[in-house]
Structures are given as C-alpha cells and as structure tokens.
C-alpha cells in the first residue's frame, strides 16, 4: 500500500509539472533567470553591451540575430530582476520585411496568430500606424496565461521599423505584483 502511495504521488507531481508553462526561450536560453545571467548567455553568443543606452531593469544588447545586426533589449522585473521580455528592434536598414519575417515566426509557432492595425491619427497626435501580430504559446490550463511572441511594423520608433518581442507570462506575472506590492 505504501509503494502504491508514493507511485500515486509521483504521478499527480509529474503531471502537476506538465501542466506548467515553460519559460519562454529567446535563441535557446531560457527566460527563467535573472537579467544579469540571461546578458551573460548573450554575451557567450555574442553579443555586446550597449552602455549608454542600458538602465534599471533594462539592458541594450548589440550583436547578430537571424544574420542581421540587431540591438535587443532585455527587460527585468521590478525587485527580483527576473527577465520578463527580450525585444529585437531591427535596424532601417535590414533586408527582413514584415512579410519575410511573420512567414519565420509561423513556421515556428505556427499559422494560428491574432493579427492586429492600429491607426492612430488626429489633432496632436502624431499619427503613425502600426501593425502587429501575436503568437500565444505554452498556455497555462489553470490561469490562461500564456507566453508570447508578437511582430511589430513601426513606423513611429525611428530607428527600428520591425520588432520581435519575446514574452514571458510567469515572469511578466511576477513584474506586475512586484509593481503592485508598493501601493
């Protein structure tokens, strides 16, 4: 009965485990760290630091993504600095387009994505547009969190016309009651 008992249990904690949502991973590393191991990795990768452009719960990397030049900023939480998204803002003058890069990304996630257009353009307002796409992956059965991928045309970020952010649910999750815990 004991040995039947301890079977039981370690099947429930093995589907317990299943059941999670994985961390969310950008180029093969994991988002389940903190901003200063997950640059390091990036930094194993390639990629350089950008100084002057990295601040609290944010830090700018240089280096090659998809053989193109890219800077990625990688954001933290507010106290445990846990990485809560990677961004790859594409320069002007990559040769990637909107188009050439939503066929990447579902090939890899798949045609099932939520496409978004956003225009925004009235008196004081700048007017801009922005499209978008959103790939959900790794849903969580117990809260419908999910991780995510989504694609992004620019027009008004003047330096990076095409954005790819990689999203961490549990880590975002976290940021977010950190934030709230002050108040």
Not at 17 to 22: E, M, P
Not at 55 to 61: A, I, K, Q, T, W
Not at 109 to 125: R, S, T
Request: charged share 25%; net charge positive.
């Amino acid at each position: 009965m004991k040995k039947l008992f301890v079977l039981f249990a370690f099947l429930c904690a093995a589907l317990l485990g299943q059941a999670q949502v994985q961390n969310q991973k950008f180029m093969g590393i994991g988002m389940n760290c903190t901003i200063s191991t997950f640059t390091s990795k990036l930094k194993g990768k390639g990629f350089e630091q950008d100084m002057n452009a990295s601040r609290d719960n944010l830090v700018v990397m240089k280096g090659l993504f998809a053989g193109e030049k890219v800077k990625v900023e990688v954001r933290g939480a507010a106290k445990t600095h846990l990485v809560c998204s990677a961004t790859v803002c594409f320069y002007m003058s990559t040769r990637y387009t909107f188009e050439s890069l939503r066929a990447q990304l579902a090939d890899k996630y798949g045609m099932e994505y939520q496409e978004f257009l956003k225009v925004k353009d009235g008196e004081g307002v700048v007017p801009y547009t922005t499209d978008y796409l959103l790939w959900r992956t790794d849903k969580d059965p117990d809260n419908g969190a999910c991780n995510q991928v989504v694609l992004s045309k620019c027009n008004y970020r003047s330096t990076a016309p095409l954005v790819i952010s990689y999203i961490d649910s549990r880590n975002s999750a976290i940021d977010l009651q950190e934030i709230k815990s002050d108040f």
